[in-house]
């Protein structure tokens, strides 16, 4: 697996209720809840991503409740990998139990800007910005955890086993 | 070398003899509970396609979120999971006449010291009060644990919190946890244990220290503990009848950081919007007019709750712009509050009275707010639009806080009453 998409960039402490905000959290439908992804931070989100792009956020990303449907929305949505300085706990566990790769990766908003491509390989850890040439490298996944992305989340994961 | 109460709960649930931070284990549950996302649950359990729950009797759920129904779309979900339950034979069910599930889960006896409680809910650190290992997880990765009865963990690092002194009046343990965070920070015990100690801790009622648990969440905490001791055994034993082995921490164990705190010093605390580590003193906000004053939640709903509440109102009115919501935390504190007279003297104040349940909390129903409005709270949460508009400003604080402030029409220090 390798992604390359455009950079969707947002700052530090990004928290589940602006991801996904608790007035949604009826829907159930992922093609739905990407309708509503990262609504009350970026009302332009949902209308311009495109399958594929890439999340870039600062650190603790996905603080707050332990709705996966924060991870939902965005897989919905189309992103194919976050990456940020950090993550909060529960949602680093969703992300990945969900199927939706998730990568830690110090330095990265400060070669990634909204807009720019953005090459990763989730195996190395390496990350290209397409745009302006710069790189960062992201801590790579423990094997176990590529696993389970690889089949799709823990409930594929399971099924196959 | 000593181990803390996590690495020593976890290797029991893992049944391996010693752990150390950052292993991987296999952890059986004692207890997995869900809300109203047990529907989500129910639906990823299916898409697993095995035939049955791993052990029904170790699931609880608990209609708490959206109770009584606010919409069709809600009604449907409450519907799936009643059929889900009836179909699995699952017992431990509670519908919408029980309660915020962080409160029926003790009040119902699945809090059992030394042992490790799974839950849909970010806040269910809260039972950590009671000595258990407790730690929220996704909906996925719950329907894993119905159908295998395990789930991955990492062995956390623990951070040693100790009090020193006692509370001024007007000082409560949410005032001690807020101060906490604000030194602290939202991601200050991210992936982390905390473990408290200290005489105001041992004093503390379990009330108390439910408080100290369930916002130690807003700290990022995989899971918070206070050592169990004579007044949660005998509370324990009150509602369970399981026997139970409670775990205490080595005396030499090893902890990442240890924080000392003075509450000689600790004056009311307030979380200001839109983040929970955005802390100051009520003295430094006090003027600030609000609109609305909300005492409940799985925080501060309990009859000590209440009581302070009532204290600040007695005599008083609340301000006649403030709309001021009361929600006991469980119909269980409902009913002991009814017969403290509590109840009818929030209604005689001008409050509202609804009916247990996590109410507008995390901006579902009952009492959202328009942009430009300000609320003092005694929830846990205050982020951007988590009651209602985007617009609007959530401040949590105390009990009595909250109740001084909805008398005044403004953020106001709770006065010292008797
Ligand atoms: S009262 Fe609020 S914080 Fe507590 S469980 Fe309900 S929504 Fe969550």
Redesign the pocket.
Known sequence: MKFSGTVFKYGNDVNTDVIFPGRYLKVWEPTEMAKYAMEDIDKEFAKKVKRGDILVAGKYFGCG?SREQAATCLKAAGISVVIAEGFARIFYRNAINLGLAIMACPGITAIANAGDRLEVEPTTGEVKNLTSGKTAKAKVLPPFILDILNDGGLIPHLKKS | MGKTMAEKILARAAGVRSVSPGDLLDVIPDVAMS?ENAGLVSKSFKEIGVSKLFDPDRIVIIF??RVPAESEKTAEGHKTVREFVKKYKIKNFFDINTG???QVLPEQGFCRPGEVIVGT???TTTHGAFGVFSTGIGATEMAAVWATGKLWMMVPETIKVVTEGKFSPGVFSKDLILHLIGLLRADGADYKAIEFFGDAIDEMSIASRMVVTNLSMEMGAKAAMIPPDQKTFDFVKTVSGKPFQAVLPDSDAKYCRTVDLDLNLLAPQIACPHAVDNVKTVKELAGTPIQQALL????N?RVEDLEEGVKQLAGRKVHPEVRMLVIPASWKVYRQALDKGLIAAFIDAGAVVLNPG??P??GAHQGLLAPGERCISS???NFQGRMGSTQAEIYLASPATVAASAVAGKIALPEVRS
């Open positions: 409740s | 809300h708490d979120h915020i599930c962080h809910d970010s806040h409940g939640s799985c925080t709903g996590c109410g909390c995390l929830t846990n949460r």
